[in-house]
């Protein structure tokens, strides 16, 4: 085989030798005209749209929140100078309460994964569906402006797996596969860039599996590089340690349709006459296409991007399953059969979410799998392209893919919480605001079972965690709140705990005029509410700690099959401080309203998830955090529940060691700046720029919880979010706020109003607001 020169590239000179020696110009992109965008908000789902006449815009106004989003002046005025912290607070909320939207919630973009608009867009454009003008327009421009360059980690051209990280394979070829598929030429400086950054890395074929993956439906690999990923695994018994209902739910949805994919070996028909599928062939690799022994490159990755390499056992599997079992066992038969139970699985997910799916990882793998076995017209197809529209998200960079389908009840349950905790719930300015919330929160909590619950042989009522194949293993949902909308249908522990709390603030808030009164109606019934309750009380693992969307079914062992590569504790669910705090909380709030609801059940889920929170503290009093970054996020959940139960700095020794955890990183201005590279790396690693307004936040808030006595370090901590403070009341935009499986960071917008207003606020009600900071 020979090696590719880097040189020409499609008879055009490629400009650069490798990945870090020639500057690249600024470019500026085309740019759609920002004042036609608007973000349609109905019942919590929301779809931007790109406005074409002048009547169109004259009947649809652009709100405040709109511009926002997009980067643009809102308008808002100067508010009067804080001369407090309870007046930074109200400034704060003064701001925030402009983004509230129709409906009543809280919206923000949820970005940062730099591997979901490849998946998305690959999806549309083997099956038929493009994006419209604007949207690829606003795409391109996106990845453009997350592009290694400059002084960003270096400017080698490339693209990481998220938008703070180092270029990687997965991250470089498959933004390029992008552009290249949107329009975008080879020859555009950039581009160039980005194939000299890919080749240093060795080029695609050192993709982690889910890239190559990608490459092969589109006709750019061959399947033979693909490690099997056989449908037959789904056939086998429950009891099996390793069957895949086991699994993580987020690594079993996306196994699912990849695997019938794979199976079928599709490919996109038109890929050898697609000009250019064809040009990638010979823009993606070292060595000229025509000459590559696909199989030799299945276990092939770049160490960048080899963040959990395969275990030996998983190799020895793969050895197994391309030697014999595919050539010599996989009988047509049970092909067919395991096809078949895979596509009945796919048709629930679809039925459960409404073809929203789970995530934007395996909504384009389902829309693709019904493309495959229904057709390009079938119902499924197209109510699968309407609802990915959801996905997308416009900010000043341009157009991303979500993680979800939003934040919608998250953020709005905190925003609730942070207003009530403050004492500013009970004012009479912020009562519609906070009405209109706690009445998306009621439209939005989940009221039917899951698809096929009802009848299988898990069901009971109240529910256990009890699951079964006729329901696709799916956990029961009724009474339970998602991450984003009740349309995606999926229960989140968290979520639902956060949903209680923030109802229950409001629902028994009394009016100070009239004690005799509740300041809210009962928007949300008794009922719904001990339906919530219930669904808690299933979500408890054996030692007593809470994991995510349902209780940890498999060992941790299963993590020796993780294939993924890129990320890190993905194949089952965890035991997270996060999610065991945040149910702990909520069923203390809950037992002060309905104190002889499954009393027994709720004392001991409580007593058994403090127990876990105590012996889950480190030795240097920190908590590692799997959802936020990273000590400072965990630390702030842990010490709220520590706080239920009344462990303070004075009485607790645990309490006082994670105050002093804090202490010794609190920086000379302040605050505090934790770097994503905690959740990687396990270790407190601090941000590179200094103080962040979220970690300072969830500091001060933490310690706060646990009564922490001395004035001085939270009195400088204040000091800093009021300066950073914008005049209309606003903070802006710093570091990356969110992790998941350790290795991806993703975007919490909001979170830079929500907890430095709350932060702010418990402050001036603890130490007193009358002197000025």
Not at 81 to 99: C, D, H, I, T, V
Not at 304 to 315: F, Q, R, T
Not at 392 to 400: A, E, I
Not at 649 to 654: P, Q
Request: aromatic share 12%; net charge negative; glycine share 8%.
């Amino acid at each position: 085989m020979s090696m590719r020169k880097r040189g020409p590239v499609n008879g055009h000179s490629n400009g650069r030798l490798n990945g870090s020696t020639t500057k690249t110009t600024r470019i500026e992109d085309p740019k759609t005209d920002y004042s036609r965008w608007r973000l349609r908000d109905d019942r919590g789902i929301q779809t931007w749209h790109y406005l074409q006449t002048e009547e169109e815009m004259e009947a649809w106004p652009q709100s405040i929140a709109d511009r926002h989003f997009m980067g643009l002046d809102t308008g808002l005025p100067a508010l009067p100078r804080a001369n407090n912290p309870m007046q930074a607070a109200e400034n704060g909320l003064e701001f925030y309460s402009k983004l509230q939207l129709e409906p009543g919630n809280w919206a923000c973009e949820y970005g940062g994964p730099m591997f979901l608009l490849p998946g998305f867009v690959i999806t549309l454009h083997v099956t038929g569906m493009p994006l419209a003008l604007p949207e690829q327009t606003e795409i391109i421009r996106y990845i453009f402006n997350m592009q290694n360059l400059g002084e960003k980690n270096g400017g080698d051209g490339g693209w990481g797996l998220h938008i703070e990280g180092d270029s990687s394979v997965f991250g470089t070829a498959m933004n390029y596969t992008t552009l290249r598929l949107l329009g975008v030429s080879p020859e555009d400086p950039r581009m160039r860039k980005a194939r000299g950054c890919l080749y240093d890395l060795g080029g695609a074929l050192n993709g982690p599996h889910w890239a190559k993956f990608w490459l092969s439906l589109l006709g750019v690999m061959e399947w033979e590089v693909v490690n099997p990923v056989p449908p037959e695994f789904w056939l086998l018994p429950d009891w099996v340690p390793i069957s895949p209902w086991r699994w993580w739910i987020h690594m079993r949805q996306v196994f699912l349709p990849m695997g019938f994919v794979w199976s079928k070996r599709w490919v996109y028909p038109k890929a050898d006459t697609d000009p250019i599928v064809r040009q990638l062939r010979q823009e993606l690799f070292t060595h000229p296409h025509e000459e590559i022994a696909w199989a030799r490159y299945r276990n092939a990755i770049s160490p960048i991007d080899n963040y959990n390499p395969k275990s030996w056992l998983l190799d020895l599997i793969n050895y197994i399953l391309v030697l014999v079992w595919v050539p010599y066992l996989r009988f047509g038969w049970l092909v067919k059969r395991a096809e078949a139970f895979v596509w009945k699985l796919i048709q629930i997910e679809d039925a459960n979410s409404d073809h929203a799916d789970l995530a934007p990882v395996n909504s384009p793998m389902n829309l693709l799998a019904c493309y495959i076995q229904e057709g390009p017209e079938a119902h499924s197809v197209k109510r699968h392209r309407e609802r990915l529209q959801e996905y997308l998200w416009l900010t000043k960079d341009g157009m991303l893919c979500c993680g979800t389908n939003g934040v919608q009840n998250w953020d709005t349950s905190f925003t609730i919480q942070a207003v009530y905790e403050i004492g500013l719930a009970e004012k009479p300015e912020h009562r519609q605001m906070l009405l209109k919330a706690l009445e998306f929160l009621e439209d939005q909590q989940i009221l039917e079972h899951a698809v096929g619950y009802e009848g299988s042989s898990a069901y009971s009522d109240p529910p256990t965690a009890k699951t079964s194949a006729e329901c696709g293993w799916r956990h029961p949902r009724r009474g339970a709140w998602g991450f984003s909308n009740r349309a995606q249908g999926y229960t989140v522990s968290d979520c639902t705990s956060e949903g209680i709390k923030a109802t229950l603030m409001l629902q028994t808030l009394r009016d100070p005029n009239n004690a005799s009164k509740n300041l809210f109606p009962q928007v949300i019934p008794e009922q719904r509410i001990k339906w919530a309750a219930d669904i808690l009380l299933t979500m408890q693992n054996a030692n007593g700690a809470c994991s995510s969307y349902e209780a940890t079914r498999g060992s941790e062992h299963l993590e020796l099959l993780n294939a993924a590569e890129v990320f890190g504790r993905i194949m089952v669910e965890y035991d997270y401080p996060e999610c065991t705090t945040a149910c702990v909380t909520a069923l203390e709030r809950f037992t002060q309203v309905y104190p002889d609801y499954r009393t027994a059940d709720i004392h001991s889920f409580i007593t058994r998830a403090i127990a876990w929170i105590r012996t889950n503290q480190r030795a240097d009093g920190s908590w590692y955090g799997s959802w936020g970054i990273c000590f400072t996020y965990a630390g702030f959940f842990a010490l709220e529940s520590l706080a239920t139960q009344g462990e303070t700095y004075a009485n607790s020794e645990r309490v006082r060691r994670a105050c002093q955890f804090f202490l010794d990183r609190q920086n000379e201005d302040g605050g505090w700046g934790e770097s994503y590279k905690s959740c990687e790396t396990g270790k407190w690693c601090q941000h590179p720029d200094g103080s962040q307004v979220v970690n300072t936040a969830w500091a001060a808030i933490a310690m706060m919880k646990g009564e922490y006595p001395h004035k001085e370090p939270l009195e400088r901590a204040v000091k800093l979010l009021m300066h950073r403070q914008q005049p209309n009341g606003e903070w802006l935009q710093e570091g990356i706020e969110g992790v998941f499986n350790k290795s991806c960071m993703i975007s919490y917008p909001n979170y830079k109003f929500i907890f430095p207003i709350q932060a702010l606020g418990m402050y001036a009600r603890r130490f007193g607001d009358a002197s000025r900071l």
